[in-house]
T-cell receptor
Framework: AQSVTQLGSHVSVSEGALVLLRCNYSSSVPPYLFWYVQYPNQGLQLLLKYTTGATLVKGINGFEAEFKKSETSFHLTKPSAHMSDAAEYFC??????????FGQGTTLQVKP | GAVVSQHPSWVICKSGTSVKIECRSLDFQATTMFWYRQFPKQSLMLMATSNEGSKATYEQGVEKDKFLINHASLTLSTLTVTSAHPEDSSFYICSADPLAGHSYEQYFGPGTRLTVT
């Protein structure tokens, strides 16, 4: 069965520091992978997605993620954190049924 | 583009009453919409897949008679929580797939906060 695991339910970084949010997936078929961000009491906004092609994917707000099949990972990074990046981040994978399987979520805290 | 709205954004109801939540795709047609439930500090849990013109497909453990889903048009799906109880209090989020499962991408609504007293 497909699953998504986010390592670390809470990540804290200083403003200007590197952001690294970890995501590992398990899938018997090549997955489609997504990162979403959720601000309090709001829906989810797509940051980036990997379907096929280039394994390094660039998204909005300076985020990027790299699909590593050998490591079954799709970690999210941003070189320099901003205060406005503080939010909940979800990694998700999609099967050919169109359903999304979400990870548990990671709360990103950005300290001034 | 690809905007999804939900109404209401929040609702308080009394135990035993029913509540209807609307999910609309504003600038695209969606033959497939999804309903999720999210508890505080938790991830999203898929409740059901809503298909225009046919019955919804519910995930295991979700009571279809309690959570009624109607996808009456290509831009509107509704979730009705029947005989609501305090444990139904949650954040309900819908999403829509513009290409009926072929884009592998879903656009999410802003969510509806339901509180049952």
């Amino acid at each position: 069965a497909q699953s998504v695991t986010q390592l670390g339910s809470h990540v804290s970084v200083s403003e200007g520091a590197l952001v690294l949010l970890r995501c590992n997936y398990s899938s018997s078929v090549p997955p489609y992978l997504f990162w979403y961000v959720q601000y309090p009491n709001q829906g989810l906004q797509l940051l980036l997605k990997y379907t096929t092609g280039a394994t390094l994917v660039k998204g909005i707000n300076g985020f990027e993620a790299e699909f590593k099949k050998s490591e079954t990972s799709f970690h999210l990074t941003k070189p320099s954190a901003h205060m406005s990046d503080a939010a909940e981040y979800f990694c998700a994978s999609s099967s050919n049924t169109g359903k999304l399987i979400f990870g548990q979520g990671t709360t990103l805290q950005v300290k001034p | 583009g690809a905007v999804v709205s939900q109404h209401p954004s929040w609702v308080i109801c009394k135990s035993g009453t029913s509540v209807k939540i609307e999910c609309r795709s504003l600038d695209f047609q969606a033959t497939t919409m999804f309903w999720y439930r999210q508890f505080p500090k938790q991830s999203l849990m898929l409740m059901a897949t809503s298909n225009e013109g046919s019955k919804a497909t519910y995930e295991q453990g979700v009571e279809k008679d309690k959570f009624l889903i109607n996808h009456a048009s290509l831009t509107l799906s509704t979730l009705t929580v029947t005989s609501a109880h305090p444990e139904d209090s949650s954040f309900y989020i819908c999403s829509a797939d513009p290409l009926a499962g072929h884009s592998y991408e879903q656009y999410f609504g802003p969510g509806t906060r339901l509180t049952v007293t």
